[in-house]
């Protein structure tokens, strides 16, 4: 199946387009490129809105996750010791 974006009239595959639950095909009408391309203006001509919602949602993820940095570390670790196992079992450490 392909499909036309509205944008640059180009025939693209579906996966070409992003997932959109609101039209009727569940895919956007614009492909990737050209959201990708829009989101990038968007950003560009918004930078200092743009800036100011990425601080604030950075805040609240923080204040919902206190503990992330241990979770990491722990998670880390975890990694470490497993990878280290198994580089034992096969002799190579
Ligand atoms: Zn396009």
Redesign the pocket.
């Known amino acids: 199946m392909r499909k036309t974006?509205r944008?640059?009239?180009?025939s693209?595959p579906l996966n070409a387009f992003r997932h959109d639950a609101r039209r009727d095909d569940g895919r956007a009408t614009?492909?990737r490129?050209?959201a990708q391309a829009d989101g990038a203006a968007y950003r560009e001509a918004n930078l200092e809105r743009v800036r100011e919602r990425e601080r604030v949602n950075a805040a609240a993820y923080r204040a919902n996750h206190p503990n992330r940095r241990r979770m990491i570390a722990r998670e880390s670790a975890r990694r470490m010791r497993r990878k280290r196992a198994a580089l034992a079992r096969r002799g190579v450490a």
């Open positions: 974006c944008t640059c009239g180009g693209k614009q492909c490129a050209c």
